[in-house]
């Protein structure tokens, strides 16, 4: 079992930048993918953001490729988002999801983080 708390979120303008953190429970924590998504009002959940459960490999949605980078840190249990250069379509909630590398592929989702960017 894994639980996941995202933390970070808020109101920031147009162009500023955030940092989300999603710690995870758990001893193993180091065999999940993990992944950051959003979800817009009125809008489908949509991938934001992966990495392994190494940290070697990385992906990005297009609209947000070249401002926001995830990372890792195993040794605690926790991703990031760092968002950089904001803009209003940006605004969503912000989820982390844990991906068991292995069968039985389990997930977990975390509940969510608020960003809002103002204009």
């Known amino acids: 079992q894994v639980q996941l708390v995202e933390s970070g979120g808020g109101l920031v303008q147009v162009g500023g930048s955030l940092r989300l953190s999603c710690a995870a429970s758990?001893?193993?924590?180091?065999?999940?993918?993990m992944g950051w998504y959003r979800q817009a009002p009125g809008k489908e959940r949509e991938l934001v953001a992966t990495i392994t459960s190494s940290g070697g490999s990385t992906s990005y949605a297009d609209s947000v490729k070249g401002r926001f980078t995830i990372s890792r840190n195993n040794a605690v249990n926790t991703i990031y988002l760092q968002m950089n250069n904001l803009k209003p379509e940006d605004t969503a909630v912000y989820y982390c999801k844990a991906m068991r590398q292995w069968a039985p592929y389990t997930t977990y989702w975390g509940q969510g983080t608020q960003v809002t960017v103002s204009s």
């Open positions: 758990g001893r193993t924590f180091s065999i999940y993918n």
